[in-house]
């Protein structure tokens, strides 16, 4: 057997209850899975110390030592060992703050189910693959920077001695703006090679995050995440098998909880990926929130609102707008029907200032809600969700009436399209 691929196999069992370890250690061979056990922390850290596994699962309720302070140990040995923490529910708070805080990667909670066991394991194992293979990644990437790093010094130097170093940067500059665009190209080709619906849907994800893009709602810096999130926000999707995706893509109906549960961890991978790719943090940031709804209720994160970045607000509209599989008048009728609720009003509102999907008369145009200013006529009545009118059709906006529409807004959303005569 490839020992990487044994490796992948190999999980690390601790508990002090002999009777409970034989029992899990028996269910998890079952799944095809190679078991170390261990009865207390100290044996465990020594096979550690001698051994690399995949997945060290540990119980919180041991005497001694604590199964998370064992996890946390286990993790200053062999980082990219994924860390499962079998628990009851009385520490919830101190688990979850775990979990985010990256000492654990994964929880069983009392009592448990075979599914759960059976995806916390698969989970944890593709983590440790992907994580084991990053490290390579970035082994080869050192290398390669150290090569680059000579080769730059070697080009200094020279042009020193010519007295052409201002040539000199921006010939670096321009490798590595070409090095980006090389390296976004190559994750393209990656997902259109691994599923080409994928590689279509990004394209046109790209030509609608490009026209907001160009418009006066971005900085620089942003207008950098947003196209660079676009060009990989899907790229999570490879770490799922190819039948699960079609499945998932085809008919997600007959998915199982545990597929369904790939699909949710997919913008958590692609964060991960995305540094690969850019260093910024927002443009990871915006890949793992591209699925967050406007009113909470999205994942990975739940985020809401503003807590939400404003490119992953943005992406998340074009998105929406390409993976509906809806004409594209429908695809519209959608977005404008969860305009607060799914999707920031103001993300909607630019997307169809700025892509024109939707027909308007030559005199009507479409505005944001921070572009209403006084003078303004209204080519369409904005009323609330419950159909009562603010303010009127042809109605000439002044500064009462635009401070009464941004009040009302304050407290609840204006989620309609805010259309003025040219």
């Known amino acids: 057997m490839d020992r990487s691929a044994s490796h992948s196999q190999l999980i690390l069992l601790v508990d002090d209850d002999v009777d409970a370890l034989a029992s899990l250690a028996e269910m998890i061979t079952r799944e095809g899975f190679l078991v170390k056990r261990c009865t207390c922390g100290r044996e465990a850290l020594r096979e550690i110390e001698k051994e690399i596994f995949a997945v060290a699962i540990a119980n919180q309720a041991m005497s001694g030592e604590s199964g998370l302070q064992l996890l946390h140990q286990i993790r200053q040995i062999q980082p990219n060992c994924s860390r499962v923490l079998i628990s009851g529910t009385e520490q919830a708070d101190t688990l979850i703050g775990a979990i985010n805080a990256d000492e654990i990667l994964g929880l069983l909670v009392k009592p448990w189910t075979r599914g759960d066991l059976v995806g916390t394991l698969n989970s944890a194992r593709r983590r440790y693959v992907l994580m084991s293979d990053n490290q390579k990644l970035r082994q080869e990437s050192q290398g390669l920077n150290l090569q680059l790093a000579a080769v730059k010094e070697r080009l200094r130097e020279q042009f020193c001695i010519v007295a052409e170093k201002r040539l000199a940067l921006k010939k670096v500059h321009d490798v590595l703006r070409v090095s980006c665009e090389h390296s976004l ?3 393209f080709r990656l997902i259109s090679t691994f599923y080409p619906l994928l590689g279509r849907q990004t ?4 030509e609608i995050c490009r026209a907001m893009a160009a418009s006066e709602y971005f900085t620089q810096e942003e207008r950098h995440v947003l196209m660079t999130s676009a060009w990989i ?3 999570g999707l490879v770490a799922i098998e190819r039948p699960v995706l079609h499945k998932l893509f085809a008919k997600p109906e ?9 699909l949710r961890h997919h913008p958590i991978i692609g964060q991960m990926l995305a540094a690969f790719v850019d260093q910024q943090q927002a443009v990871g940031a915006t890949v793992r929130a591209h699925h967050e709804r406007f009113d909470g209720s999205g994942y990975p994160d739940g ?5 939400i970045p404003w490119t992953a607000r943005c992406l998340a509209v074009a998105v ?9 008048s429908q695809s519209a009728a959608y977005l404008q029907e969860e305009s607060g609720a799914g999707y920031d009003p103001e993300a909607v509102r630019l997307f169809f200032r700025t892509n024109h999907v939707a027909d308007l008369p ?30 009127p059709e042809g109605l000439e906006l002044n500064s009462i009436s635009i401070d009464k529409l941004n009040n009302h807004n304050r407290l609840n959303l204006v989620s309609e399209r805010l259309l003025v005569y040219e």
């Open 185 to 187: 190209g190559l994750c």
């Open 203 to 206: 394209q046109a994800v790209v």
């Open 233 to 235: 926000y899907d790229i």
């Open 254 to 262: 007959t998915c199982s909880p545990d597929e369904r549960a790939m």
């Open 303 to 307: 985020l809401a609102g503003q807590r």
């Open 320 to 328: 929406a707008f390409v993976h509906s599989g809806m004409p594209k």
């Open 362 to 391: 030559r005199n009507v145009r479409e505005v944001l809600m921070s572009e209403l200013t006084p003078g303004m006529q209204l080519a369409r009545g904005i009323v609330t969700p419950s159909g009562m009118l603010l303010l």
